[in-house]
């Protein structure tokens, strides 16, 4: 993958891993939505105890969650935050890429020869992940918000009418900062799964084609990216908890007043909520989006 990106030009990396990540988030956004819904159910509930209501599991497990979803909402709900997700991915999936090669060129320098080591893949990869996501944050801010709402009462109206009003209304009634909510657990997760999706994907996909007969095309990228989902998920499932909570209401103070509550109420195993919806997701959107970038990617080559 690297080195055919050296003859790529920025532009080129950047448009291939945009279209690339935006299609790839087309495809598994439902499942998305499913994890973001599990994640805040724990909250729901304590909530729904202290003005009286129940405190039973709506949803359980990925696919009762999604047919729980279309169900009382309708097949469309599933989609909720896809036009902020299609912003957050043209900005994010194109950066976090795009300017991956160029930092890892200017850490070990630009006459440097031979292969690059692991640790400054990773460094690059953490660098140009914590870039990425602190230019895309409020994109992924109110995506998260339009997926955390369900069905509302009759004659309850929603918060937002669609991505746009939520960019203006976060702005006008929390501030122009407030697009910038959980920006620092956000950093860490993506700046830690981008670094493990990236670091990984070409690791297994080298490991991969030591195997006799296997080659370098579409099911060597299949499951590269399988791969890179699951190593991303392990690592980064705890901050995308604590992420979306912070993102899903404005209840916490700051990311450790977020991290120490659910891990008082809940206990630990909390953080990994949803790990099985997010794996599928996180498995699947990638494997989508390394097979789409490598066949993208060679319109310009």
């Not at 060597?220 to 979306?244: E, M, Q, R, Y």
């Given at each position: 993958?690297?080195?055919?990106?050296?003859?790529?030009?920025?532009?080129?990396?950047?448009?291939?891993?945009?279209?690339?990540?935006?299609?790839?988030?087309?495809?598994?956004?439902?499942?998305?939505?499913?994890?973001?819904?599990?994640?805040?159910?724990?909250?729901?509930?304590?909530?729904?105890?202290?003005?009286?209501?129940?405190?039973?599991?709506?949803?359980?497990?990925?696919?009762?969650?999604?047919?729980?979803?279309?169900?009382?909402?309708?097949?469309?709900?599933?989609?909720?935050?896809?036009?902020?997700?299609?912003?957050?991915?043209?900005?994010?999936?194109?950066?976090?890429?795009?300017?991956?090669?160029?930092?890892?060129?200017?850490?070990?320098?630009?006459?440097?020869?031979?292969?690059?080591?692991?640790?400054?893949?990773?460094?690059?990869?953490?660098?140009?992940?914590?870039?990425?996501?602190?230019?895309?944050?409020?994109?992924?801010?109110?995506?998260?918000?339009?997926?955390?709402?369900?069905?509302?009462?009759?004659?309850?109206?929603?918060?937002?009418?669609?991505?746009?009003?939520?960019?203006?209304t976060i702005a006008k009634q929390e501030g122009l900062a407030a697009l910038w909510t959980g920006l620092g657990p956000n950093i860490a997760r993506n700046a830690i799964i981008n670094a493990a999706e990236l670091a990984s994907y070409d690791h297994v996909k080298e490991s991969i084609l030591k195997f006799p007969g296997f080659q370098d095309?579409?099911?060597?990228?299949?499951?590269?990216?399988?791969?890179?989902?699951?190593?991303?998920?392990?690592?980064?499932?705890?901050?995308?908890?604590?992420?979306?909570?912070?993102?899903?209401?404005?209840?916490?103070?700051?990311?450790?007043?977020?991290?120490?509550?659910?891990?008082?109420?809940?206990?630990?195993?909390?953080?990994?909520?949803?790990?099985?919806?997010?794996?599928?997701?996180?498995?699947?959107?990638?494997?989508?989006?390394?097979?789409?970038?490598?066949?993208?990617?060679?319109?310009?080559?």
């Open positions: 993958m690297a080195d055919q990106f050296f003859e790529i030009s920025f532009a080129g990396i950047f448009l291939s891993s945009a279209f690339a990540a935006c299609f790839a988030e087309l495809c598994t956004i439902p499942l998305d939505t499913a994890k973001v819904r599990l994640q805040l159910q724990k909250r729901a509930a304590i909530a729904g105890e202290g003005g009286g209501g129940g405190g039973a599991s709506k949803y359980k497990g990925l696919l009762g969650t999604v047919v729980t979803i279309a169900k009382e909402e309708g097949l469309l709900a599933l989609w909720k935050g896809i036009i902020p997700g299609l912003h957050r991915q043209c900005l994010y999936g194109g950066l976090r890429i795009g300017l991956y090669e160029p930092v890892k060129a200017f850490l070990v320098g630009s006459d440097s020869i031979g292969e690059v080591s692991l640790f400054s893949k990773i460094i690059a990869a953490l660098v140009t992940g914590a870039i990425a996501i602190a230019v895309a944050n409020p994109t992924d801010l109110v995506k998260v918000r339009l997926q955390a709402e369900g069905k509302m009462p009759v004659g309850v109206p929603r918060r937002y009418s669609g991505a746009l009003d939520a960019y203006f095309d579409v099911l060597t990228h299949f499951l590269a990216g399988l791969g890179a989902g699951f190593f991303a998920v392990c690592i980064g499932s705890p901050v995308d908890v604590v992420k979306s909570r912070m993102m899903g209401d404005s209840i916490y103070k700051s990311t450790l007043d977020c991290f120490f509550k659910t891990l008082k109420n809940e206990g630990p195993f909390a953080f990994y909520k949803g790990f099985l919806p997010n794996f599928g997701r996180l498995g699947l959107w990638n494997a989508i989006m390394f097979l789409t970038l490598e066949q993208v990617k060679k319109l310009f080559l």
